[in-house]
């Protein structure tokens, strides 16, 4: 079985520019759970997506949004981009019962 | 590779000593546990799980315990190796959304 898969792996972005973000869940996993992780801050989770639904969302500001299409990859946006942005975003895969998550490598923004 | 922690508190032990790392939760109401082990460069690894109604739990090498009257979950590594040289975080979930709560993280380092 293929794990989580994020791309793209690195990104270098201008402070004020948008990003997009895809990470494609393990096949058959329904759920996919995003969480930025920052040395000070450390593990935070932003948002859930579950069969192209929101379920659930964490404590950031809405320039932080994302979507889930109907094979269940999921997208993560985040738009006009601070330097606190910069961050290792974490993608997580859930089949239905979501009690097993599998995280992705992550894909590692900096904000210059 | 990628920093999850400037500054993590860091255990280290020798080869072959039986390693200890304990997390303090928050959530009371939380019911399932997971203990994930994150390389450099990597995203975070399943190591092993509880839920609620369990104090113990025994995997290969690894042994969860939990004791909710103090909020307190522990990983024990048996005969650590070097392989086992990682950040180690703690995670908790309750029954009212499908988030994780991330601990710290403790960096463990095994000397050879």
């Known amino acids: 079985k293929a794990g989580v898969t994020q791309t793209p792996r690195y990104l270098i972005k201008t402070r004020g520019q948008q990003v997009t973000l895809s990470c494609s869940p393990i096949?058959?996993?329904?759920?996919v759970s995003w969480y930025q992780q920052t040395p000070g801050q450390g593990l935070q989770f932003l948002f859930e997506?579950?069969?192209?639904?929101?379920?659930n969302k964490g404590n950031f500001p809405g320039r932080f949004s994302g979507r889930q299409f109907s094979n269940s990859r999921s997208e993560m946006n985040v738009s006009t981009l601070e330097l606190g942005d910069s961050a290792l975003y974490l993608c997580?895969?859930?089949?239905?019962?979501?009690?097993?998550?599998?995280f992705g490598s992550g894909t590692r923004l900096t904000v210059v | 590779g990628e920093s999850v922690g400037l500054h993590l508190p860091t255990l280290s032990v020798q080869e072959g000593d039986n390693s200890i790392i304990n997390c303090a939760y928050s959530n009371s109401a939380s019911d399932y546990f997971i203990w994930y082990k994150q390389e450099s460069g990597k995203g975070p690894q399943f190591i092993i799980d509880?839920?609620?109604?369990?104090d113990k739990r025994q995997g290969q090498r690894v042994t969860v315990l939990l004791n909710k009257t103090v909020k307190h979950l522990s990983l024990q590594i048996a005969a650590t190796q070097p392989g086992d040289s990682a950040v180690y975080f703690c995670a908790e979930k309750n029954n009212a959304g499908n988030m994780l709560t991330f601990g710290g993280g403790t960096r463990l380092m095994v000397k050879p």
């Open positions: 509880i839920r609620s109604n369990m």
């Open positions: 997580a895969s859930g089949d239905n019962n979501d009690y097993g998550y599998t």
């Open positions: 096949s058959g996993h329904r759920s």
């Open positions: 997506y579950f069969s192209e639904t929101q379920r």
